[in-house]
């Protein structure tokens, strides 16, 4: 009882140096938003609303004055205090400790783009990037990036629209397997798209609370998870795809729009994903990333968010981190081998099933989606530093010993991994 007395002191205290324009526009807002708070929690979250109003106003100053390059605004996020919003975001602290039998490090699996400049690239202009998305209160942001990253790779691997994939089928099946306050990894999530395939969301709708992790029919696969940790791995793997990213969302609370060009820090607390490198950045930088966020269409940029490329450290916001991407991605009834990874050919027949010249690994060919998720394949192996890909049908050769390759010819593509 004495806490509690304490605690209405407190905000009846705090809410005494609320100004009147900070109440007329509290209640403005809450009309707005459809709130409704008791009398308790009605004096606190004005408190927190004013305390936040204060921040925009002197965040918005330093916009107009051209100190920092984004603009904020009230939102729904304006009664949290930061450690509130913060919960509600869902990616756990510290990122999941990687296995090599599980993904492939981005300049082993790009390894020709080593040290190359990129121009702009936009996946959604090319039609590979599925409808902004709402994650609710619940603290599911893994699963919107690594959904996200699925979506894309199956539209480009596959030469076809995004498919709408299953937000839930994440959220049941792994980590916390809770709503609230939930969290988890997107490497994870693309991890159990590779193992166990992910559902429709038509088959597997996104509920915004607990439920039951459960199989559906169709499902989307991914061939293999690549995986880096600068803004140069990050500029190579959207060269082959949408990029899952973790950085601090603090920023974003409020954020309207424009370009943040915060510092960068130590801390990831929420996941978003990259589907563009601009060069439309309000003068803040030759290039910044544009983000897509899972918070809906009325949140920010339609939904998404543009950040600096090229600050110091690991990024603006710590943008490069934590960085995942699928490649040779399928789902069930979809296109086989469609050209957006590069399932070219055209040859004069199918390739020779003794498969020359090389050595062949034990227990060749295996099964792949495409050249590039063949290379994939001998990437995550260290006895493999040559592959060949049949692009007339679904089989692999791995090989060993570094012989001469062909090149595309007779449905055949092959090459050599460098740096082994």
């Not at 602290?93 to 993904?103: C, K, L, R, V």
């Not at 966020?293 to 490069?320: C, D, H, Q």
Request: charged residues 20%; contains cysteine; hydrophobic residues 30%.
């Amino acid at each position: 009882m004495k806490v509690v007395l304490l605690l209405v002191c407190a905000f009846a205290l705090a809410a005494a140096f609320v100004d009147n324009d900070a109440k007329k526009e509290f209640k403005e807002w809450l009309a707005e938003h459809g709130k409704n708070y008791t009398s308790v929690e009605y004096v606190k979250r004005e408190a927190i609303y004013a305390k936040n109003r204060a921040k925009r106003i002197a965040n918005n100053l330093k916009y107009k004055l051209g100190q920092i390059g984004w603009e904020e605004e009230a939102n729904d996020f304006s009664d949290l205090t930061t450690e509130e919003f913060l919960k509600r975001l869902g990616y756990k602290p510290a990122p999941i400790d990687n296995s090599t039998a599980n993904y492939i490090p981005a300049h082993i699996a790009f390894p020709d783009t080593v040290g190359k400049r990129f121009g702009n690239q936009d996946w959604r202009a090319k039609g590979k990037v599925g409808p902004v998305k709402n994650q609710g209160g619940c603290g599911s942001c893994w699963t919107f990036s690594a959904t996200c990253v699925v979506e894309s790779c199956v539209a480009i691997s596959q030469n076809m629209s995004p498919p709408d994939l299953s937000e839930q089928n994440f959220q049941d099946c792994l980590a916390s397997k809770v709503c609230s306050p939930g969290g988890g990894w997107p490497s994870s999530a693309i991890d159990f798209a590779k193992s166990n395939g992910q559902g429709m969301e038509s088959d597997y709708p996104y509920v915004t609370k607990n439920g039951n992790c459960h199989s559906t029919g169709k499902k989307a696969h991914v061939g293999q998870r690549v995986s880096g940790r600068t803004e140069q791995d990050l500029e190579r793997m959207l060269g082959s795809g949408v990029v899952s990213v973790a950085l601090d969302a603090t920023t974003l609370q409020s954020y309207k729009r424009g370009v943040i060009d915060s510092t960068s820090p130590t801390t990831t607390n929420h996941a978003v994903t990259v589907v563009a490198l601009t060069d439309q950045c309000d003068g803040k930088a030759s290039q910044c990333w544009v983000v897509k966020n899972s918070w809906g269409t009325g949140w920010g940029e339609s939904g998404y968010f543009r950040v600096v490329k090229g600050k110091p450290g690991l990024g603006a916001m710590g943008i490069a981190q934590v960085l995942d991407t699928a490649t040779g991605c399928t789902i069930d009834g979809g296109n086989n081998g469609g050209s957006g990874t590069g399932n070219g050919g055209g040859g004069k027949g199918p390739i020779e099933n003794a498969d020359r010249p090389g050595m062949d690994l034990p227990n060749m060919p295996v099964q792949a989606s495409s050249s590039k998720d063949c290379q994939n394949k001998c990437a995550a192996r260290n006895d493999c530093d040559t592959w060949a890909f049949d692009t007339c049908g679904t089989r692999c050769w791995l090989k060993r010993g570094k012989p001469g390759v062909w090149g595309d010819a007779n449905c055949r593509q092959s090459g050599i991994l460098s740096g082994r």
